[in-house]
């Protein structure tokens, strides 16, 4: 069945960078576009980036253009999302999505918690 | 502050009706008929409800149902069951190339 997992959470200091990692499994991430959308402590969900089924195209948020990366590795049927320059209202927690349609998140994975603190 | 707008919270009593609006503007909900609804209960992953306006995915309840008048749409939950308690996000595709999501609504049921 469909299963994505999330990792690559933790704490780190402002500036600094950290890599997340979504392992899928059950489909292959090259059919489908992929998301990243995070939820900050007791705040709602906000959409972060996608990176289309064609891997070309990609998609940012404002506040994290040039500062945050999406990619992913068919061989290994694997997204990531490379943050750099870390600041304290990226602390959230980042879920790993399956677009089925146009924007439409069909799966979810459970998770990784960033926290940005000194 | 998010780019739709959604109560912070509804309530209801078993089996009744409740109705979440979400208002957006003419640069999302207005134009474009890519709005959906996630279920989220704290500690688990969202669940989709309604796509594309009133589609329900498969295996989701037809207590579901959802719909859209110019810059708003609605998610309207029937037959109110106690699993139904969690929070209740709208988003829609933007006109910046972007998803975005209400701020969510806590649905208590009494």
């Known amino acids: 069945q469909v299963q994505l997992v999330e990792s690559g959470g933790g704490v780190v200091q402002p500036g600094r960078s950290l890599r997340l990692s979504c392992a899928a499994s059950?489909?292959?991430?090259?059919?489908?576009?992929m998301h990243w959308v995070r939820q900050a402590p007791g705040k709602g969900l906000e959409w972060v980036a996608d990176?289309?089924?064609?891997?070309?195209?990609?998609d940012y948020v404002e506040s994290v253009k040039g500062r945050f990366t999406i990619s992913r590795d068919i061989s290994k049927n694997m997204v990531y999302l490379q943050m750099d320059s870390l600041r304290a209202e990226d602390t959230a927690l980042y879920y790993c999505?399956?677009?089925?349609?146009?924007?439409?998140?069909?799966?979810w994975g459970q998770g990784t918690l960033v926290t940005v603190s000194s | 502050q998010s780019a739709l707008t959604q109560p912070a919270s509804v309530s209801g009593s078993p089996g009744q009706s409740i109705t979440i609006s979400c208002t957006g503007s003419?640069?999302?909900?207005?134009?474009?008929?890519?709005v959906c609804w996630y279920q989220h209960h704290p500690g688990k992953a969202p669940k989709l409800v309604i796509y594309?306006?009133?589609n329900r995915p498969s295996g989701v309840s037809h207590r579901f149902s959802g719909s859209k008048s110019d810059n708003s749409a609605s998610l309207t939950v029937s037959g109110l069951q106690a699993e139904d308690e969690a929070d209740y996000y709208c988003?829609?595709?933007?006109?910046?190339?972007?998803?975005?999501f209400g701020g969510g609504t806590k649905l208590t049921v009494l």
């Open positions: 988003a829609s595709y933007s006109s910046t190339n972007t998803l975005v």
């Open positions: 059950g489909f292959t991430v090259s059919g489908y576009g």
């Open positions: 990176i289309w089924a064609n891997g070309n195209n990609k």
């Open positions: 003419n640069s999302d909900i207005g134009t474009y008929n890519y």
């Open positions: 594309d306006v009133s």
């Open positions: 999505a399956r677009d089925m349609a146009f924007y439409v998140y069909d799966y």
